[in-house]
């Protein structure tokens, strides 16, 4: 243990309640698991480090833009009933041909999710909460401990995550459709933890679509933790859709280490939720790496959208390739903080970011801060960040064609956010996405 | 004796390209070489001009009275060897004209020659640039950058005008040229030719070949020269191709 | 094969020492014995003879600054100073220096501190028609040519501490109103025991003929330079003013914390150019300048214009973010910096451009050159907040990386409240070329003059936004800094 002789911090009392009920509850789960149960230690550790850190404040230069009071005010809760709701769940399951894997309220419901018995073989699927009750199990989750609790909600989430899934492809094995896993809230102010781990052995390939959403009065606190792990020559390519209601709260702190010559492939869509924050920390440590990274943000009314990349290039001739795109209507705030490294190894090293923001009102703000640190000279990295309002000469133009304004500017704003989907390599997958994304922000634009 | 090239055998990083070029060049002649990929041809004229990234294992090159692989690129530069690139580089912030200035000033002072002030190198320079049909505009622009694939090759042709050289090695100027950048390169060249100026004329093709018509054909092959003859060899490759040589060469 | 190129660059690069500023001036001074504290406050205001107003500037911004901690947030590691290790003033001794405010142009310099400008190659003599020059000689200001030309147009050109006596009023109003004493540590520090600095004025409607310049000294060892430069533009002035500076080679850090305050009325416009070469210490930068700079300027007035230009080749820390605050309507800011680090300098600079007025404009171009083991980065807010209707941005970023133990980084914030701005950011990452060093070295030209030549290139964008004699200066300061990259 270590000792805590420095002075405690000062937390503010909403701060200082909040922190007491997460512990409380930490302790709860604890208790529940039993003594000696394998994952104690590990969650005590954690708990030890956010009594002594808390959370964040506007002082941190990282949470600047994201208060978190409105967060702080609610105590989400760690129990509840949910209503499965068959037909409603099977409704708002993306339209895709793929494994369908259903959690509801933080939960794996295996009476929801499809049958896996006709998955090929080399692959090996078990939810979180399976894997904790044995020690082994349990210990794939804790590769990145060290990297995860450097964030509250990492540390919150080794805290409290109950359940998860754990998914591993042998070498070369390579699934035909993708996995796709449905979150749903079902429940007011509840909190969900969840912790993955995705792992690809040399040479295989696996599409993932995650989505979050919520149906009756589902509306909580999605707390979560992926890992991912791709060995030499894996492919993965993923998606995650987040459109929880607009009271919800949205935290998702992604660790991806890449192997020689791995190729991984994300796109974020945010939609919903009053506070969101998607966090990649990727790590690309063998050579002839290609990474690419997207997002997509529309935030409107008070919601705060904060989007976050890190790429660490540490090996020769890796490539990076990134795209966020955020649109803000209303009071919305969005944040983009994006940080490319190359190590003075990582010769060769081709790294492109680009941010680009529409502002559609005047209470609307933006914050962007796309970084490089650069240790090598052989290499190749550029970053770009625009923000600015619709053009008015595309508008014009559209009217000049036919169109009225009100159509004009859905067009080019839908047309603006699409952009990033074009690297969605699968054409179901991004089909699926064009109409879900209209469909989502369409009424918003006028 | 202008340049004798003996038994050279070149590698990059480990793997060994040239495995014994001979050739000797008279002064006024025009020697093409041609290959089909991969068989050393860029190589053997990075070798002339001294990029560093390849390493000589054996063999001499001798061009005038030096043992040109002693030098380094820029006094090769300055005795006037030039290579017309297949790729002109792009510098951005410097003019054509500095650059200009600054290389030709570099070759008089090796030449023992006083260097040339502002205005009597930019009264030669735009005399050089109308005669290639040049924007003067061109002078002042940065060094190849944002010009089209035909502007830097006649940027590259108007740089061998101003540096008057020995020796001009054509290293695939052709390459991704239209009809008339070709023009403009082999009517540059053709103008430059004179009883003291030797050419080597890198290519894959035939074409740049109608407009030069050189003295000399060799077929580059595996690192060697496997066949020279005149103007008709390379014809001949127009019409057969490299394949039956090649067998011919294999067989032996 | 490759890296040794490189390799080869460096070592000639760490081995170059070659700082020409580097000698020492011997003359009678009179120094401060080392330490800093209230009484230490009040003494330099009683030999400057101040008016009560000025100490209680100073005493207030003292007692501030204890309270605050020194900052280390920059990219740019540094020892804690220890600030009673300095001395706080040194002049040198002589009857009418400019101290006590009487001195005419240059005619009663220390002939040995005339010696060391002379050398430096600043005309205090006048001898320059194209100039004004203000000569500050560790804590004062020894000599301001061309005054009686400047003051038939209005002008005001002369020491800050003159400006404390002749000008109380405007030295009232403007001292602290753009960084104010509480800015930050280092202005803190500044405000308490400001040795000297510039003071300029120019009236309403006046476009000032000739460049303004103040050329800094640090020659006492162990001793801060803490100067204060104050510069008002009057409505519809113009004005061009450059600033230099060196130091001799000492084996220990010398404190440069200077604080430089810029007004610019409706309609004016002032170029603000720098060149920096202040000693940047030996192999490993030890005894360098730590250079920690609180430049600002506000454009207060419609269309009113600031424009900072830097070339930054010394210092063993240089930590600096000349700044624009766009209050007035169609005003314009801009940032135009080279900032080259070789050996273990470290640079931490760039800007902050704040956009209050509508259709505020401003525009970075930042160039940083790395070299050696130094690690230079880019640090800059763009921000526009949400009356700045129709404001723009346009900024550029590119380093170039000489050599592989070298760092360059690039730190942009951008925060914007307005949905009618514009603000676009670009940067890149490159080194020289092999095929660009190869390209010219076929041309003829020397694997040296090539590599200046690229790199002048790089740099061409802000070298052209230098008055004429001091965009060669920075040419040459950087071949100097590249000389010999071959063996």
């Known amino acids: 243990m270590t000792t805590l002789s420095k002075p405690m911090k000062k937390f503010s009392p909403l701060a200082q309640a909040a922190m007491d009920y997460y512990q409380s509850q930490a302790k709860q789960l604890m208790q529940a698991e039993g003594e000696g149960h394998a994952v104690t230690a590990f969650r005590q550790a954690a708990l030890n480090r956010f009594l002594e850190q808390g959370f964040p404040t506007r002082k941190d230069e990282d949470w600047q833009f994201t208060p978190l009071s409105n967060f702080l005010k609610t105590h989400y809760a760690f129990n509840g009933v949910s209503r499965i709701d068959e037909a409603a769940i099977a409704a708002v399951k993306p339209k895709v041909d793929g494994w369908h894997l259903v959690f509801v309220d933080g939960y794996f419901s295996e009476i929801l999710s499809d049958d896996l018995a006709g998955m090929p073989s080399g692959v090996s699927l078990e939810s979180g909460k399976d894997a904790l009750d044995f020690e082994q199990g349990f210990r794939v989750f804790a590769d990145h401990e060290t990297d995860i609790e450097q964030d509250a909600f990492g540390m919150l989430n080794a805290m409290l995550f109950d359940d998860g899934l754990f998914i591993e492809l042998a070498a070369h094995v390579r699934l035909a459709k993708p996995i796709v896993v449905s979150y749903v809230q079902t429940l007011a102010s509840h909190a969900n933890t969840t912790r993955c781990k995705i792992k690809l052995g040399r040479g295989a390939q696996l599409q993932l679509i995650e989505q979050y959403v919520a149906i009756d009065a589902g509306c909580g606190f999605e707390n979560s933790v992926c890992e991912i792990d791709l060995a030499e020559q894996a492919k993965m390519s993923q998606v995650i859709w987040q459109n929880l209601p607009e009271q919800g709260m949205f935290f998702n702190n992604q660790f991806i280490d890449l192997a020689e010559q791995a190729q991984f492939n994300t796109h974020y869509i945010g939609l919903g939720s009053a506070i969101s924050r998607h966090q990649n920390h990727v790590q690309m440590a063998g050579e002839r790496i290609e990474s690419e990274q997207n997002s997509i943000c529309f935030a409107r009314n008070q919601q705060i959208m904060d989007t976050r990349t890190y790429t660490g290039h540490s090996v020769e001739w890796g490539a990076s390739r990134q795209l966020h795109k955020l649109v803000l209507a209303d009071q919305a705030i969005g944040v983009f903080n994006g940080m490319i490294k190359v190590d003075q190894k990582a010769q060769k090293t081709d790294g492109m970011m680009d941010n680009k923001n529409l502002l559609l009102s005047n209470k609307a703000q933006m914050n962007a801060k796309p970084q490089l640190e650069i240790y090598a000279d052989d290499v190749k990295c550029s970053h770009g960040s625009a923000s600015g309002q619709i053009s008015a000469d595309q508008i014009f133009y559209l009217q000049a064609r036919g169109l009225t304004k009100q159509q004009a500017r859905q067009l080019v704003t839908l047309a603006f956010l699409m952009e990033p989907l074009e690297s969605v390599a699968d054409h179901a997958v991004r089909d699926w996405l064009q109409q879900a994304l209209s469909a989502a922000v369409t009424p918003y634009l006028n | 004796m202008f340049l004798n090239i003996e038994n050279l055998h070149a590698q990059v990083e480990d793997k060994t390209i040239l495995k014994g070029i001979n050739l000797r060049v008279n002064p006024g002649e025009v ?222 | 094969m490759q890296t040794t190129q490189y390799e080869e660059i460096n070592d000639i690069l760490a081995k170059n020492q070659h700082y020409k500023e580097g000698f020492h001036t011997q003359t009678l001074v009179e120094t401060f014995a080392k330490g800093l504290n209230e009484d230490v406050v009040k003494a330099i205001s009683a030999k400057k003879n101040e008016p009560q107003w000025m100490l209680d500037f100073r005493l207030k911004a003292f007692r501030h600054w204890q309270t605050m901690p020194e900052p280390h947030w920059a990219k740019a590691e540094y020892e804690p100073i220890d600030y009673q290790d300095y001395s706080y003033y040194s002049a040198p001794e002589c009857g009418s220096c400019a101290t006590d405010g009487q001195a005419e142009s240059g005619s009663a310099v220390d002939p040995e501190v005339a010696k060391a400008f002379a050398a430096l190659g600043v005309p205090i003599d006048d001898s320059d028609a194209n100039i004004a020059v203000d000569a500050i000689f560790d804590s004062v200001s020894v000599s301001t040519t061309k005054r009686d030309q400047l003051e038939k147009l209005g002008i005001i050109f002369c020491s800050f501490s003159e400006a404390v006596q002749d000008h109380p009023e405007l030295v009232q109003r403007y001292l602290g109103s753009v960084v104010p004493y509480h800015d930050n540590f280092f202005a803190a520090l500044n405000s308490a025991v400001a040795s000297d600095g510039t003071f300029v004025f120019i009236p309403e409607g006046v476009r000032c003929p000739i460049d303004l310049s103040t050329y800094f000294r640090i020659n006492e060892a162990k001793t801060g330079q803490f100067e204060r430069t104050i510069l008002i533009a009057e409505k519809g002035s113009y004005i061009s003013y450059i600033e230099g500076c060196s130091a001799p080679i000492r084996d220990t850090y010398q404190l440069h914390a200077a604080v430089v305050e810029v007004i610019v009325h409706e309609d004016a416009e002032v170029k603000y150019s720098t060149v920096q070469n202040w000693y940047p210490g030996d192999e490993d930068c030890q005894g360098g300048i730590l250079n920690f700079v609180t430049k600002r300027g506000v454009c207060e007035g419609r269309n009113a214009k600031l424009s900072w230009t830097q070339a930054e080749t010394g210092s063993a820390i240089t930590w600096k973010y000349p700044s624009c605050i766009l209050k007035g309507d169609n005003s314009i800011g801009e940032f135009y910096s080279v900032a080259l680090t070789n050996r273990r300098q470290q640079a931490d600079t760039g800007t902050k451009m704040i956009h209050i007025g509508k259709n505020t404009r401003s525009t970075i171009i930042s160039k940083g050159l790395s070299a050696g083991k130094s690690d230079n980065t880019y640090r800059g807010l763009v921000k526009i907040l949400p009356g700045a209707e129709g404001a723009r941005n346009f900024t550029q970023c590119d380093s170039m990386l000489i050599g592989n133990q070298c760092g360059a980084h690039t730190f942009p914030y951008i925060e914007v409240q307005n949905p009618t701005a514009q603000v676009e950011h670009e940067a890149t990452t490159s080194r020289i070329g092999e095929d660009q060093l190869f390209y010219c070295q076929q041309r003829g030209i020397s694997e040296q003059d090539a590599i200046s030549m690229i790199v002048n290139g790089f740099c061409k964008e802000v070298f052209k936004e230098l008055p004429l004699e001091f965009a060669q200066e920075a040419e040459e300061l950087l071949a100097i800094s590249l000389e010999g990259s071959v063996g």
Do not use: W
Not at chain 2, 183 to 197: K, M, Q
Not at chain 2, 200 to 218: G, N
């Open chain 2, 31 to 252: 020697h093409a070489i041609m290959g089909p990929n991969g068989s050393g041809k860029s190589t053997l004229s990075s070798v002339l001009a001294g990029r560093e990234d390849y390493e000589v294992n054996a063999g001499e090159i001798r061009f005038l009275d030096h043992d040109l692989l002693e030098m380094d690129a820029d006094e090769r530069a300055q005795q006037g060897v030039f290579l017309a690139f297949q790729y002109p580089v792009e510098i951005p912030g410097v003019s054509n004209k500095l650059f200009m200035h600054t290389a030709l000033n570099a070759k008089r002072a090796a030449e023992g020659l006083p260097a040339l002030d502002m205005f009597d190198f930019e009264q030669l320079a735009l005399e050089k640039m109308k005669r290639l049909e040049m924007s003067p505009i061109m002078l002042e622009r940065s060094v190849n950058v944002g010009f089209s694939g035909g502007e830097k090759k006649r940027n590259d042709i108007f740089q061998m005008a101003m540096l008057e050289p020995k020796l001009c090695i054509m290293d695939e100027t052709d390459s991704g040229l239209d009809i008339d950048a070709l023009r403009i390169v082999a009517n540059g060249v053709n103008a430059l030719r004179s009883n003291e100026r030797s050419f080597i004329v890198v290519t894959h093709y035939q074409r740049l070949l109608d407009h030069i018509k050189p003295d000399f054909v060799h077929v580059l092959y595996d690192g060697k020269i496997i066949k020279s003859g005149g103007f008709e060899l390379a014809q001949e490759l127009e019409e057969r191709g490299y394949d039956h040589l090649i067998q011919a060469y294999e067989k032996v």
